[in-house]
């Protein structure tokens, strides 16, 4: 039994998991699991996370919807039938909220539930963690599931709060359903969610404007449904796709088959056939399956966006929309590209325009509409696809304080430091996987597997070693941090004016945010940490610790 204090405290458990999204919902399930009293608390008024807020027409997957689902539990797997290769957001909604009550996690997850601080208590040695409602809880463990991608990143539009039409974020679409019949419509931002939103409205609207700061180098996600033969195949070969998934020496997180060639094994006619191939491939298969030089190789890189530049010019009927909508500044890969059914074709629809602010940019909204530098457009609805706060924004805006109150987003300001991706010094007890330096750019889910597995693994071992306290040494966070300044350049996501370095953000300083050494080099060096029996100094009981002043 903790002992009380006069202190009114709300919920006491061993484990307290911040978020409900795919990360939040498997850290929950397997404290649970693994003996752990677990709460969640979510932000949000239903789980999901990421598919709960992204409500936006049209939004879906761009990871096959079978390699992005829970692959722990065979049950789940055969469970779910997914109507399409890359599901829509009501039916990944439906699916994370039918892997909840799979595993009867309902009762364990309170929605509506912001965390506003978490602050250790270093004599208690836990975590006290106050709600929006003034809830106070205590927790020996925190997993902050807060997701990389939850706080929705607006540009600071002068006047916009005097437009008298609906104003929206894709990252906070409303529950009811926004009418777009007739309306003229702006899009502000041309990333996967603008790419995907365009297509979706374009013949229902009066007009859409689609504003473009930089272009991207879209290409077709190029979905159909599951047949019955292919749920079949599914179903049967569960062992063998979760093994492939979830092997660390998988870099990507995906099903796809490489193409096990470099670009000099085809001649110049025999590229331009298997770039035809790559095009016509599923969604990310164009990164994956592509040549294995093509993110090494310049030449051939530039080679491939030539094609796609041909693809463009050939799609859209207008030449100079065209131009303007082929990047110039950045390879194929660089930043991280949209894969989207009918984008370009939207563009031969009377109904769309494309602005480049880069040639008119936005001056100011106003009651009716948007003045650029070429003039005033009226719009009823202006969407903001203008990404989020990536990998710091949760993190940093839930006043988290660690040992001696060290103030994490104080300690952040030039940049996430970090270990593994999900812990740091300084921070005792408190991980959060998905954060700064987790994903590595792949389908996301295989790595926040790989970290929650292993946080769980520590917090069991822990328990069963008589260490009440993990905290990633100097030494330790520094190799981690050697590790990813190093790799960082030499990342396929190498485009510093990208959301990866925080770029969409105004005022955020420009750091490298993804793990650029991967799955391998993640599991390499929590290896080494796990192999001495106080993970070199990481685990520590209250007795350590006193020795140690
Ligand atoms: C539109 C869109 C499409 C995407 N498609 C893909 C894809 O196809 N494949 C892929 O691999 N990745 C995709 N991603 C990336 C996506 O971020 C991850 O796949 C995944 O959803 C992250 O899960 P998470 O649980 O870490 O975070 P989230 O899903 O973001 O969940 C975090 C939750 O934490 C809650 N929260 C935050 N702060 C607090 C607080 N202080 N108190 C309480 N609750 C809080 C939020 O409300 C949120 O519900 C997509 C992202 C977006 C935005």
Wanted: charged share 20%; aromatic share 12%; proline share 5%.
């Amino acid at each position: 039994m903790r002992e009380m204090t006069d202190k009114d405290v709300d919920v006491d458990v061993d484990v307290l998991v911040i978020g409900a999204g795919v990360v939040g919902i498997y850290a929950l399930q397997q404290a649970v699991e693994a003996g752990f009293s677990a709460q969640t608390l979510e932000a949000g008024d239903g789980v999901g996370g990421v598919w709960y807020w992204n409500r936006y027409p049209s939004a879906r997957f761009d990871s096959e919807s079978y390699a992005y689902a829970y692959i722990h539990s065979k049950e789940l797997f055969t469970g779910w039938k997914w109507q399409e290769e890359f599901a829509t957001q009501p039916e990944i909604e439906s699916y994370l909220n039918f892997a909840v009550d799979h595993f009867d996690l309902r009762g364990h997850i309170r929605t509506g539930e912001r965390v506003v601080s978490a602050v250790w208590q270093e004599a208690a040695n836990r975590w006290e963690l106050t709600t929006a409602k003034g809830e106070l809880i205590w927790a020996r463990w925190v997993i902050s599931a807060t997701g990389g991608l939850s706080v929705p990143n607006y540009p600071d539009l002068e006047g916009l709060e005097t437009f008298s039409g609906q104003a929206l974020h894709t990252g906070a679409w409303p529950h009811t359903p926004v009418d777009f019949e007739g309306k003229r419509v702006a899009i502000i931002g041309n990333g996967p969610s603008g790419a995907q939103l365009l297509p979706a409205i374009v013949d229902t609207v009066e007009y859409v404007d689609l504003y473009q700061r930089t272009p991207t180098w879209t290409t077709p996600l190029n979905n159909t449904p599951i047949t019955a033969e292919r749920q079949t195949w599914l179903r049967e070969h569960f062992e063998e796709i979760a093994a492939k998934l979830g092997s660390p020496a998988n870099p990507t997180g995906f099903l796809h088959e490489p193409a096990g060639k470099f670009s000099t094994d085809d001649s110049p006619e025999e590229r331009q056939v298997f770039f035809e191939k790559v095009w016509n491939s599923p969604g990310f298969a164009k990164l994956t399956t592509n040549y294995y030089d093509l993110t090494t190789n310049r030449e051939i890189n530039l080679e491939f966006c030539e094609f796609l530049a041909n693809k463009v010019r050939s799609i859209v009927a207008d030449p100079e929309t065209a131009e303007r909508l082929i990047p110039k500044d950045h390879l194929f890969g660089a930043k991280r590209p949209p894969f989207v059914t009918n984008y370009y074709e939207s563009f031969n629809k009377a109904a769309a325009s494309l602005i480049s602010l880069k040639e008119t940019p936005i001056v100011r909204a106003d009651a009716t509409g948007i003045e650029t530098t070429a003039g005033h457009r009226d719009y009823d609805i202006i969407v903001f696809a203008t990404g989020f706060d990536f990998g710091t924004g949760a993190l940093t805006r839930m006043g988290v304080k660690g040992l001696d109150g060290l103030d994490l987003s104080t300690d952040w300001e030039d940049g996430p430091s970090d270990f593994a991706g999900f812990s740091a010094n300084r921070m005792p007890n408190f991980f959060f996987p998905g954060g700064p330096h987790g994903a590595g750019g792949g389908n996301y889910p295989r790595y926040s597997q790989d970290q929650i597995d292993w946080i769980t693994g520590t917090m069991v071992y822990a328990r069963e070693h008589g260490y009440d306290r993990f905290e990633p040494t100097g030494t330790q966070q520094e190799a981690w941090m050697a590790m990813v300044e190093t790799l960082a350049p030499l990342s396929i996501f190498s485009a510093e004016h990208s959301h990866y370095y925080g770029a969409n953000v105004e005022g955020k300083v420009r750091k490298f945010l993804l793990n650029p050494g991967g799955r391998a080099k993640l599991h390499e060096m929590l290896a080494e940490m796990t192999s001495t029996e106080n993970y070199g100094g990481a685990l520590s009981t209250v007795h350590d610790r006193v020795s140690a002043v």
